[in-house]
């Protein structure tokens, strides 16, 4: 054996009971478990490691992540190593970088700058989700990355790709070209698709072209995952109109960080939950990812209506600057309940800042805005850039939904800002010390059937997250005593405590409780029906 990790509580990812076993791992995969007492593995490995005291769970699999530039640019991202997160899921929200033309590149890279920054220090040396997933492989001196990375072609991209950013039907060529793209990308290696159903100009698609998306994507195998039209005033026939859209292409569904915010939907998660249930007893194939926080996080500019995003960013800063347009377009946040603040009229105390990318603006990061001219200023002044916490969450919500047969964990964390959103560092060992520890919600082995064994059966690999012979050696080694999130809202990039070791194909990416310099992450891929 390369390693015999001795005396572990495994909870091996199936939700079943964890037990006391010897495990041993050789050439990056598990090897040998022999269940104790009488089943210790004799002799010893090349290494030797005592768990005794430690929980030996399958690595973590973050559902929604937006680490697209971040892998590429840090080698340590120990945001997420740190979590025991070996797997993210990229590409999400309807927006990404892969497939693009120059044009529409450009036009990407500055509507998603509040989430992973303006890309002036990575070489977009890619136009395809082949080579896209090609640079993950030979990132950093061809080294790799330093967790696994799956990814969703990004619908939005797509239609920007196919028609621009125009409020209107796709016409039948552009339809049949935004078929080619999903499939080019699925073809080489994607493993879904993605939605951002409040976002431009993904929003813009009608349920009849997503549909058609949707059959391409259920013939690849692959899964749809949609940030759905609101999670505010119309949050129930928003999930209504996805389930039906994706039981009409026959496609499996995965509900992005699925919740019911806003007051309208205080108390509300089990409406949504009776809507979910109904369409998995009749075959429906669903799951969900949710983080275990209650506010949310995206851009200053999502929140405007659809309406004053048209044309792409571009046109929205010149709408801002025009007098009359940016009172239409106050009038449609504090009056009328804009579309892309989920239908509901914005509440300034709610929204906090959370990052700039000029510097210039950072006095205004920690704060909540006092009204409209200090959100104009900043979306013209740092040009769409900031990013915002939006306090408008449930706490009786947010457990409801943990608790569902078919949740997933995602951090859906945004790794940009000043003072971002505690979730980018602290998701996974927040289910597991307040979540499973302090309250009970649900037990150790539940929870991790929830963090590993269920995500990688939504992602079909064939391998992944579980312990069990033969499988993949990316493992989490952690304290269930003293496992505990570090973020907080006052101190977001703290690193968690009591997860001493984390490994990637039997390589120790944490080891003791700091990140190594191992870099085993790689692209993963859909490839023959199945992941690699």
């Known amino acids: 054996m390369d390693l015999v990790i001795r005396g572990a509580r495994v909870v091996d990812g199936t939700g079943g009971p964890s037990y006391t076993a010897d495990v041993g791992v050789h050439e990056g995969r598990i090897a040998e478990i022999g269940r104790l007492p009488g089943g210790r593995i004799p002799g010893g490995g090349r290494r030797t490691l005592d768990a005794r005291g430690l929980a030996l769970a399958p690595g973590f699999v973050d559902m929604h992540a937006h680490s697209d530039l971040a892998l590429l640019r840090d080698p340590d991202h120990g945001a997420k190593a740190a979590q025991g997160v070996t797997l993210e899921v990229l590409g999400q929200d309807g927006l990404s970088y892969a497939p693009v033309d120059d044009r529409t590149l450009g036009e990407v890279r500055a509507a998603i700058a509040g989430w992973n920054g303006t890309g002036d220090d990575v070489d977009f040396d890619w136009r395809t989700v082949g080579g896209y997933l090609d640079r993950l492989d030979r990132a950093h001196g ?38 080619q793209l999903v499939a080019e990308g699925l073809d080489q290696g994607a493993v879904g698709l993605s939605s951002g159903l409040t976002y431009t100009p993904g929003m813009y698609a009608t349920g009849a072209e997503l549909t058609e998306l949707c059959r391409v994507v259920a013939r690849y195998g692959g899964y749809y995952c949609p940030h759905h039209r609101s999670y505010g005033r119309g949050a129930l026939a928003a999930y209504a109109e996805v389930v039906a859209l994706a039981r009409d292409a026959g496609c499996a569904l ?54 004053a995003n048209e044309g792409g960013p571009e ?38 800042i959370s990052g700039t990318a000029d510097p210039l603006y950072g006095p205004y990061v920690g704060r909540r805005l006092d009204g409209w001219e200090t959100a104009r200023g900043l979306l013209l002044g740092d040009r769409l850039a900031p990013t915002v916490l939006q306090h408008v969450g449930h706490e009786e919500n947010v457990r409801a939904i943990m608790r569902h047969r078919v949740h997933t964990g995602g951090s859906d964390g945004i790794l940009q800002g000043a003072k971002p959103h505690p979730r980018a560092y602290g998701t996974f060992p927040h289910y597991l010390g307040h979540y499973v520890r302090e309250l009970g919600l649900l037990s150790l082995e539940e929870c991790v059937a929830h963090l590993a064994g269920r995500p990688a059966a939504r992602l079909r690999l064939p391998d992944r997250g579980l312990v069990r ?44 409780g700091r990140r190594t310099d191992v870099l085993a992450g790689r692209a993963v891929r859909r490839t023959a029906g199945d992941l690699r």
């Open 142 to 179: 061809g080294r790799g990355v330093a967790v696994n990375a799956a990814y969703l072609v990004p619908q939005g991209t797509v239609r920007a790709y196919a028609l621009g950013w125009d409020d209107r039907p796709a016409s039948a060529a552009e339809l049949d070209r935004m078929r």
């Open 469 to 512: 012979v033969g499988y993949r050696a990316d493992l989490v080694l952690f304290d269930p005593e003293t496992v505990a999130a570090g973020s907080t809202y006052e101190r977001p990039r703290v690193l968690p405590t009591g997860i001493p070791h984390v490994l990637i194909d039997g390589r120790f990416v944490m080891r003791d």
């Open 315 to 352: 046109a929205v800063l010149a709408r801002l600057r025009d007098g009359t347009q940016a009172e239409r377009i106050r009038r449609a946040l504090e009056v009328e309940g804009s579309d892309g603040c989920h239908g509901v009229p914005v509440d300034w105390s709610t929204i906090e």
């Open 254 to 307: 995965h509900l992005a960080h699925a919740t019911m915010n806003f007051d309208e939907n205080r108390g509300r998660a089990g409406e949504l939950l009776a809507l979910l249930d109904a369409a998995l007893d009749g075959g429906a194939d669903i799951t969900l990812d949710s983080y275990p926080y209650t506010p949310g996080c995206t851009t200053l500019v999502a929140l405007l209506p659809s309406w």
